[in-house]
């Protein structure tokens, strides 16, 4: 089973920007892109980017799309998420996961996740 870390989250003031790395260890050919999710407290688990690992095509919801970018880097198995123009509303605990295939915009697409990492907005 692969197994993902997260990196870059912690406290950052409003109009800033952030950017989460996610390593995945033991990256196999069947996993075809990495998602973004974040949770708020009380609130659903919210798809926020993916990106697949061959093309590099992105999706995100409209919601996000020009605000958040993600990448990756193939020689390193780690994906980016790029936050600009952030405000408090984007605070949650933001996790990366990896698909074998499917609707990437749906958290139960996902087989392996990272352990999350926590992204505070401040006013």
């Known amino acids: 089973q692969e197994h993902l870390v997260e990196s870059g989250g912690g406290l950052v003031q409003t109009g800033g920007s952030m950017r989460l790395s996610c390593t995945v260890f033991?990256?196999?050919?069947?996993?075809?892109?990495t998602g973004w999710f974040r949770q708020a407290p009380g609130k659903e688990r919210e798809f926020v980017a993916a990106?697949?690992?061959?093309?590099?095509?992105?999706f995100y919801p409209d919601s996000l799309k020009g605000r958040f970018t993600a990448s990756r880097d193939k020689s390193k198995n780690t994906a980016y998420l790029q936050m600009n123009s952030l405000s408090p509303e984007d605070t949650a605990v933001y996790y990366c996961a990896t698909t074998k295939g499917g609707n990437a915009r749906l958290a139960r697409t996902y087989d392996n996740w990272g352990q999350g990492t926590q992204v505070t907005v401040s006013s």
């Open positions: 990106i697949t690992w061959s093309g590099g095509n992105t």
């Open positions: 033991g990256r196999t050919l069947s996993t075809v892109a």
